[in-house]
Every structure is written in C-alpha cells, then in structure tokens.
C-alpha cells in the first residue's frame, strides 16, 4: 500500500523559513504529479505547489517567489521550502501524488503554525 509522511511543519516566526519533506512508500503506477496542498481552520484545502514528470512547477499566487517545491527523479520524495513566511500561511499542509489516471494520494499532514 501506498503512504506518504510528512514532517519538517512546527512553530516559526513571521519572517522565518521551513522546509516540509514528504517521503513516499509503497507503488504508485505512472506518477504524473507531486505537490502539496495546505487547509487552514474554516477554510477551503488549496493547491500550493505542484510539479510535473516535465518539472514544471506551479503555485498559487500567494506563495509565489517564496516557496520552493521540488522532488527527487524517483518520485519518492518531495519537499517545499517555505520562506518569508507570513501568518496566513499557518495551516496544515499535505503531500500528495497523482498517478496518470487522476488518482490521489495523500499524507496524513503536518501543521504549521506562523506566529510571533
């Protein structure tokens, strides 16, 4: 079966910079897309970054130019470093994979919490 872990999420202060690992186990058939989603308390999950078998990357407007996602040629691994991070980027943050077919998998996720 498939799993993935998260971890790397904790306290930081406004300003301050984190990086989330995610570490794949299991076989995923045709990997297409790695990324990694965030949902904070009373709001909707949303797509914060992504990236392709053509390392293409992608990333919502309010992250962009400080966040960084990557992922390992294996596709057993994926991380995003968060910079200049603000108080609106506290929320819980998944990893996920998306096979060829659009299915999903997700990890079980980490918080991480912005605050002076």
């Known amino acids: 079966q498939v799993q993935l872990v998260e971890s790397g999420g904790g306290l930081v202060q406004p300003g301050g910079s984190l990086r989330l690992s995610c570490l794949a186990t299991?076989?995923?058939?045709?990997?297409?897309?790695m990324g990694w989603y965030r949902q904070a308390p009373g709001k909707e999950r949303e797509l914060v970054a992504d990236?392709?078998?053509?390392?293409?990357?992608n990333y919502v407007d309010s992250v962009k130019g400080r966040f960084i996602i990557s992922r390992d040629y294996a596709w057993k691994t994926v991380g995003l470093q968060m910079n200049s991070l603000k108080p609106e980027d506290t929320a819980v943050y998944y990893c996920?994979?998306?096979?060829?077919?659009?299915?999903?998998?997700w990890g079980k996720g980490t918080l991480v919490t912005v605050s002076l």
């Open positions: 990236i392709t078998r053509g390392d293409k990357t």
């Open positions: 299991g076989s995923i058939f045709n990997p297409n897309v």
């Open positions: 996920y994979v998306r096979d060829s077919s659009g299915l999903d998998y």
